[in-house]
């Protein structure tokens, strides 16, 4: 009895609500999610669109619509395409340069095996399987003979390139009846809203790729290898057949976006996509994966891309801006973006 008569009081805790506390706590849950290296950059990405659209909103008559962000689907499904290819990638700290040169490359292919009167069902199989092809060897040239992504992938571009102009210097118009009728199909929605067959296979494209990168021991092993290849290495993951497959990945990617692209062009042409391999770079980059790979969403990757198409949609509605303006937009993005990454690491550190 002395002994409890002697204890100190303790203040009684309140079972009701804290004013300031849950306030606080929010707040340094979003300072953390704003600071983290995994998903800070992801965030400014997402913010950073809906500032855009919001501003172009306020500016712009008609831009407040559904259509309009749908329209950035269905124009840049290919690009979404050959971003989720380009993740996989970049997850483990490589990059392919040669991605614009195989989306012109299976165009051609497709123009001119369909010009000659090939179906289809046989045209786009076999680009995908070349395009697979291309990106194994690719890998194997990474692996086996320790080339650098830079030199490999610049090579592969190349070839790429050159095997456009051996099919034919000019462009080749699509005339088959099944391309025409998936280039001019529209999927309503209801209320006026539509998109296309490519937004359909893009959107598969990326829950696939979200459930590998996710779900499978194989995109645990990408990010490992993107954390640290040794440390894959010594925990015996298949760090040299992952590495190799991100490269077929990409290539697959690659082969499928420029059958995207013949569906939105009709044509085949050499100079196709000149260019794209950054885009599709800057997009990834935006959307919060680092390029020294570990870190990195697939969907931070189509918000990449969906910032690139807004900023192209608000130079279209201004009117007056060059279509220049776009990459001068795009490569101050880029920079901003990278030195974002750099200094959330060197916090991490």
């Not at 300031?20 to 997402?46: D, Q």
């Not at 979404?80 to 195989?102: E, K, P, Q, R």
Request: glycine content about 12%; some cysteine; charged content about 10%.
């Amino acid at each position: 009895m002395t002994k409890l008569l002697d204890a100190p009081e303790r203040p009684l805790r309140s079972s009701g609500p804290s004013g300031p506390a849950p306030r606080a706590g929010l707040a340094r849950r979003i300072r953390n999610l704003l600071t983290s290296p995994k998903y800070g950059p992801v965030t400014v990405t997402a913010v950073l669109f809906v500032v855009i659209f919001i501003a172009g909103g306020v500016r712009y008559r008609g831009f407040f619509s559904g259509q309009v962000l749908l329209n950035l689907l269905v124009d840049n499904s290919y690009l979404i395409v050959l971003a989720v290819g380009m993740t996989f990638v970049i997850l483990t700290g490589g990059i392919d340069l040669s991605v614009g040169a195989v989306v012109a490359l299976s165009g051609m292919i497709a123009a001119s095996l369909l010009q000659t009167g090939w179906s289809p069902a046989a045209v786009i199989p076999l680009i995908l399987v070349l395009t697979s092809i291309l990106g194994l060897l690719v890998g194997l040239m990474i692996h086996v003979f320790k080339v650098q992504p830079f030199i490999a992938t610049l090579a592969a571009m190349f070839l790429a390139r050159g095997l456009c102009y051996v099919i034919s210097q000019s462009s080749i118009s699509i005339t088959d009846p099944t391309f025409v009728q998936l280039a001019v199909a529209r999927i309503p929605l209801g209320g006026n809203l539509s998109i296309t067959p490519s937004v359909i296979i893009a959107v598969v494209v990326v829950a696939i790729a979200v459930w590998v990168l996710h779900a499978t021991r194989f995109g645990r092993t990408v990010y490992a290898i993107g954390g640290g290849e040794q440390s894959g290495l010594l925990m015996g993951l298949p760090v040299a057949r992952t590495k190799v497959l991100v490269y077929v990945i990409s290539g697959f990617c690659s082969g499928l976006a420029g059958v995207l692209f013949t569906f939105y062009t009709l044509s085949g042409y050499p100079l196709t996509a000149i260019g794209t391999e950054l885009d599709a770079i800057a997009a990834v980059v935006i959307g919060g994966t680092l390029l020294t790979g570990g870190y990195g969403f697939v969907l931070g990757s189509v918000l990449g891309v969906l910032v690139l198409g807004i900023i192209q949609t608000i130079i279209t509605f201004e009117g007056t801006l060059s279509s220049w303006w776009t990459k001068i937009f795009i490569g101050a993005l880029l920079l901003v973006f990278i030195i974002l990454q750099k200094v959330l690491t060197s916090r991490r550190r």
